[in-house]
C-alpha cells in the first residue's frame, strides 16, 4: 500500500441504508428545485423533506477541532443524519478535490466514518454526489 493512502473501510448496511435514503430525499429536493439556488435553499428544502420522511438528523452541527489535546476551533457540517452520517452540501459547478479533503476533516473530526458529499448545482444530481469513507484512526 502506498505511504499517503487512507485506509478505508466500509461502513455498517444500516449507514449504507441511511445514505441510500438521504440520497433519495436529495433526489426528490433536485427534482422540484431544479439547479440554481444558494447552498441554504437546498439545506432548507433536504431538512423539509428528511422531516417529512421522519428520517432523524441535525443541522449546522459543531465538528470541535483539536490539535494535540487542545479544542482550537470549531468546523459545522450542514447535516448530521442518525448521528452518523456527515451530509455536506454545495451549490457548485462541480465538486473539487479541496471540498473532498473538507469532508474528511469533518469526518476526523467528529469520529465518523461515512459521509455524502453533493452539489445541487448540476443537471442531474447522481453527477454531483460522492461518497466519502475513511476508517477510523
Known amino acids: 500500500m502506498r ?3 487512507i485506509e478505508r473501510i466500509e461502513p455498517s448496511r444500516e449507514l449504507d441504508l ?3 435514503l438521504v440520497v433519495d430525499a436529495a433526489v426528490e429536493v433536485h427534482r422540484a428545485l431544479g439547479p440554481g439556488f444558494l447552498e441554504i435553499i437546498y439545506e432548507e428544502a433536504l431538512s423539509i423533506e428528511l422531516e417529512r420522511r421522519r428520517i432523524p ?3 449546522q452541527v459543531s465538528l470541535p477541532v483539536t490539535y494535540k489535546g487542545c479544542r482550537i476551533g470549531e468546523g459545522r457540517a450542514d447535516l448530521v443524519v442518525g448521528g452518523q452520517l456527515i451530509v455536506e452540501l454545495k451549490a457548485v459547478e462541480a465538486l473539487l478535490p479541496l471540498h473532498v479533503a473538507q469532508v474528511i ?3 476526523r473530526a467528529s469520529g465518523r466514518s461515512l459521509a455524502i458529499l453533493m452539489t445541487f448545482n448540476v443537471k442531474l444530481l447522481r453527477e454531483g454526489i ?3 469513507t475513511l476508517s477510523p484512526r
Open 57 to 59: 438528523f441535525q443541522r
Open 18 to 20: 441511511l445514505a441510500s
Open 105 to 107: 476533516s469533518y469526518l
Open 3 to 5: 505511504r499517503d493512502a
Open 130 to 132: 460522492r461518497r466519502v
